[in-house]
Structure formats: structure tokens, C-alpha cells
T-cell receptor
């Protein structure tokens, strides 16, 4: 299975702080994707990093990928209350995406 | 562009009843997916389609059927609903993957909240 496993399960921080969440997976991949889900909504794609990339940025998001350790991290800098959501990683190889259980991030004002 | 839309948004069924959930996308995507999301379980793939007229089983296909008669629509059917099918159902779509590459980003609909009594 390519299912990603996010860690921690829950994270609570103050506005302005950075939030880091991690993803581990077990098989080789072609890319790894991160998604956000606000309460009661569908998932929204945040960023895709290919297996030959080590780091990628998008606005306040920074994603790293270490294929030797089969792990990825998502860093959200200068968090805002609007970043409160669940975050999912989805490794992708030759089978369909498999989503983990997510990290629930709470950003308090 | 509406993106991915799902109907209905909410539905309550009695055990044994049948229903069809409709997903529509206007992005000309080849691939479409149906997921269910339960508390503490994350998203689980029910069925998916890589093109008009094709369907394939995902992780949890039992009790569900699907059809992709038109490229823009993907229907999920419950023939005889059971309480275990109470869940939030999400549809998603994506462009096809290039040979040797992983799956592309998925665009999700807003979800259908189904309760089976």
C-alpha cells in the first residue's frame, strides 16, 4: 500500500507560529501530494512534489521530500487562524492516490 | 467553471432503500473517483474511472456500483443501503497520468452527507 501516514494526529499552535507536519510512506513513489480540508468541505490540493525534487515552495508552504527515508514534511510559516484545517498527504506511484488519516491543525488567534 | 459538483448534498435513507449519487465535472478530466470519509478513517477509495465507459474497484467497493456513461459524469449507486454506509461521500476528478508518472492532482466536490437509518 502507498498510504501515507501523517504525524502528529493533531497540532495546536498560536497565530504567527510555524506548523510542521510529517508524512511517512512505505513504497516507492512518483510524486507526493498534500491536501487541505476545512471542516465540512472537500479536499483542496496544496502542492505536488515529484520524486526527483527535494524541496518545493508555494507561498507560505514549504514541502520537503526524502525518498531515502520515505518521508515528507509540510511547513506552514506564519500561521493564520484561517489555516485551521486537516492536512493530508497522498503518495502516488503506479496505483491511485491513497490518503492517510490526516493531521488536524488548530491555529488560535 | 463550476469545477466538481455533487448532488444531493444531504440524504437520509432507510435500510434497504436505494439511491444514486451524481458527480459532474466541467474540466474535461479523464479520471474520476468516489471516496467515503468516516471519522478516524481518512478517505477511502470506493471506485474510480480512467475514462468514459470504464470503471474499477477501489479499496472499499462492496455494496456500491458505479457508471461512467458520459465523460463529465460519474454515478455512485447504493442498491440496498445499510447503516454501515452512513458516511460523507466525496467525488473527485483529475487529468490522466503520463506514462511513468504518478497520478495528478485531484479536484474534489463539496461532498454528500448520507445517513442510513
Amino acid at each position: 500500500s502507498q498510504q501515507g501516514e501523517e504525524d502528529p494526529q493533531a497540532l495546536s499552535i498560536q497565530e504567527g507560529e510555524n506548523a510542521t507536519m510529517n508524512c511517512s510512506y512505505k513504497t516507492s513513489i512518483n510524486n507526493l501530494q498534500w491536501y487541505r480540508q476545512n471542516s465540512g468541505r472537500g479536499l483542496v490540493h496544496l502542492i505536488l512534489i515529484r520524486s526527483n525534487e527535494r524541496e518545493k515552495h508555494s507561498g507560505r508552504l514549504r514541502v520537503t521530500l526524502d525518498t531515502s527515508k520515505k518521508s515528507s514534511s509540510l511547513l506552514i510559516t506564519a500561521s493564520r487562524a484561517a489555516d485551521t484545517a486537516s492536512y493530508f498527504c497522498a503518495p502516488s506511484g503506479y496505483s491511485t492516490l491513497t490518503f492517510g488519516k490526516g493531521t488536524m491543525l488548530l491555529v488560535s488567534p | 467553471n463550476a469545477g466538481v459538483t455533487q448532488t444531493p448534498k444531504f440524504r437520509v435513507l432507510k435500510t434497504g432503500q436505494s439511491m444514486t449519487l451524481l458527480c459532474a465535472q466541467d474540466m474535461n478530466h479523464e479520471y474520476m473517483y468516489w471516496y467515503r470519509q468516516d471519522p478516524g478513517m481518512g478517505l477511502r477509495l470506493i471506485h474510480y474511472s480512467v475514462g468514459e465507459g470504464t470503471t474499477a474497484k477501489g479499496e472499499v467497493p462492496d455494496g456500491y456500483n458505479v457508471s461512467r456513461l458520459k465523460k463529465q459524469n460519474f454515478l455512485l449507486g447504493l442498491e440496498s443501503a445499510a447503516p454501515s454506509q452512513t458516511s460523507v461521500y466525496f467525488c473527485a476528478s483529475s487529468y490522466s497520468r503520463r506514462t511513468g508518472e504518478g497520478y495528478n492532482e485531484q479536484f474534489f466536490g463539496p461532498g454528500t452527507r448520507l445517513t442510513v437509518l
